[in-house]
């Protein structure tokens, strides 16, 4: 036990040097994948740049989807266990406003989720690991995925496509978080991330002249009736016991003053904890609504679109993770987190095998930023410790994989 005790030790320490070494390079890297985005389905250049820093490296890896998507597998002194490490890679419809010098030169389209630091993060791990590779057992699978905002995600491609090699026993993956403090990772058992289904609602009336609103049916007003009516609905049904929201944000009512139009469109979403309660809801949802519209006249045609699945932290991952990550980090610098309403199709790896997706601190002082948000931006500080983080996760994960068989 005591020797196995100092080789981990050992390992640590070997990763974070590298860790810190590369630190300038993994800005660099970060910053070029930040300054050129794509959007799902449409990563060539980013997937080609990736599979070019492997090979410096000399790391072997594969494009696959339409070349938008890269797998690489790295091998340790000698067989044992394999595991994957996942990254997405897509950007967002997003015009840029941070004024950084590495903003998008893509006009319209911006890394706002962070999926250039996951990226960035990845490769440094990577060359981690291939430098390292003579100290640790097992294999590691790369997984540098496409499309995971656009549903149904790229996660359920590479799967579907027989990339994700069926050896592997478990997988991690890691999300920036701008609301943890920089130098900080969260971590939460079991279920994790919401499921993410989306709403879209057409209600038709009768449009014309606003004067002559007696004699017509008002899509506006029964859409009104409709909103408030769902509303009290899904309140009064949803379980205290599972995190719920329902919302809409998106309306489109194309009238004027005096011009009532002849339908109103609606988009919103739901997103739960719960496979049952998210069926019943569905059902909810469409009953009132058709219902309401009904009553006054007019007609609700409802179309919910099943999104990603609630996605389950692992038990014995999580734990095996957060003991070495507080050996890495320091106890007071591994936080465990809350679930989050926020979707992610790291879900379908998740079914497939025991996995762990944690949060890694990315908080710029002074400044409240958000996901998804032109002006989305990241402590850079953090990348210091996030690729040797992964790194050693890894290896830990690898030998607790072998030991507990």
């Known amino acids: 036990m005591q020797i196995f005790k100092m080789k981990m030790q050992n390992i640590l320490e070997q990763i974070q040097e590298l860790s810190e070494k590369l630190f300038v390079e993994t800005i660099r890297l970060r910053r070029k994948i930040h300054q050129y985005p794509e959007l799902s389905e449409r990563e060539f250049v980013t997937a080609r740049y990736i599979y070019n820093t492997l090979k410096s490296y000399g790391i072997d890896s594969h494009l696959h989807l339409n070349d938008t998507a890269v797998i690489a597998t790295i091998e340790g002194r000698e067989n044992g266990v394999m595991i994957g490490l996942r990254a997405d890679i897509d950007a967002l419809p997003i015009e840029e406003k941070t004024n950084a010098p590495y903003e998008s030169v893509n006009k319209g389209i911006m890394h706002a989720c962070g999926h250039d630091v996951h990226a960035a993060s990845l490769l440094t791990t990577a060359n981690i690991l291939q430098q390292t590779r003579d100290m640790w057992s097992g294999k590691v699978q790369l997984f540098f995925q496409p499309s995971e905002e656009k549903y149904p995600g790229g996660a359920i491609r590479m799967i579907k496509a027989g990339?994700?090699?069926?050896?592997?026993?478990?997988?991690?993956?890691m999300h920036v978080s701008p609301e943890l403090d920089t130098g900080k990772v969260g971590m939460k058992e079991g279920k994790f991330m919401a499921?993410?289904?989306?709403?879209?609602?057409?209600?038709k009336g009768i449009g014309g002249h606003a004067a002559v609103v007696h004699s017509l049916a008002n899509p506006i007003m029964i859409t009104a009736h409709a909103l408030?009516?769902?509303?009290?609905?899904?309140?009064?049904?949803?379980?205290?016991?599972?995190?719920?929201?329902?919302?809409?944000?998106?309306?489109?009512?194309a009238g004027k003053t005096?011009?009532?139009?002849?339908?109103?469109?609606l988009e919103g979403t739901l997103r739960t904890f719960d496979e049952n309660w998210r069926k019943e809801a569905h059902k909810l949802i469409k009953k009132t609504i058709v219902k309401v519209a009904a009553e006054h006249g007019g007609t609700a045609n409802v179309r919910i679109v099943t999104g990603y699945p609630v996605l389950c932290n692992d038990a014995n991952i999580t734990r095996w993770s957060e003991e070495a990550a507080k050996c890495y980090l320091g106890d007071d610098n591994v936080l465990e987190i809350p679930s989050r309403m926020t979707g992610d199709d790291f879900v379908y790896f998740t079914q497939q095998v025991p996995s762990l997706m944690y949060r890694l601190g990315v908080?710029?002082?002074?400044?409240?930023?958000?996901?998804?948000?032109?002006?989305?931006?990241?402590?850079?500080?953090?990348?210091?410790?996030?690729?040797?983080?992964?790194?050693?996760?890894?290896v830990n994960l690898?030998?607790?994989?072998k030991t507990n068989g």
């Open 398 to 401: 690898l030998s607790k994989l």
């Open 258 to 265: 005096n011009i009532i139009p002849n339908e109103v469109c």
């Open 195 to 203: 499921s993410t289904d989306e709403i879209y609602v057409c209600i």
């Open 363 to 394: 908080k710029i002082e002074g400044k409240e930023l958000n996901l998804h948000a032109p002006d989305f931006d990241i402590n850079e500080t953090a990348l210091k410790h996030s690729p040797g983080l992964m790194a050693y996760l890894a």
């Open 228 to 253: 408030l009516e769902v509303d009290k609905q899904f309140k009064a049904m949803v379980p205290d016991e599972f995190p719920t929201v329902f919302t809409f944000g998106h309306i489109i009512g």
């Open 163 to 173: 990339l994700m090699d069926e050896n592997i026993k478990a997988m991690l993956a």
